[in-house]
């Protein structure tokens, strides 16, 4: 079982960054897979960025390649969501994910924070 709350999210120029913050509780965060994941008004949940249990392999969205940074501290049981160089469309209510333990990115992703709201005005 792992509690997960996001925080850091808030209302931005574009251009500008961000940086979200997700804290667990609970037991072996080390070895869980997490990952971030938005839903915009009026559309489905996407993928934004995913890192496995060492932070040694991530991935991306396309639309956020090159922008976004995953990171995570297990000294902390804390994952990070940096966001460069941000766009009206990266408006949504941000939420990080993890997955059991030894859980694969691509696997199953049994818990989730409540979200943080991150607005872009152009």
């Known amino acids: 079982q792992v509690h997960l709350v996001e925080s850091g999210g808030g209302l931005v120029q574009a251009g500008g960054s961000l940086r979200l913050s997700c804290a667990a509780s609970g037991r072996a965060f080390s070895t869980r897979s997490v990952g971030w994941f938005r839903r915009a008004p009026g559309k489905e949940r996407e993928f934004v960025a995913d890192s496995n249990w060492s932070g040694g392999r991530t991935d991306y969205a396309d639309s956020v390649k090159g922008r976004f940074i995953i990171s995570r501290d297990n000294g902390q049981d804390t994952v990070y969501l940096q966001m460069n160089s941000l766009k009206p469309e990266d408006t949504a209510v941000y939420y990080c994910?993890?997955?059991?333990?030894?859980?694969?990115?691509?696997?199953?992703?049994?818990?989730w924070g409540q979200g943080t709201q991150v607005t872009v005005s152009s």
């Open positions: 994910a993890a997955t059991p333990p030894y859980g694969s990115t691509s696997g199953r992703y049994d818990y």
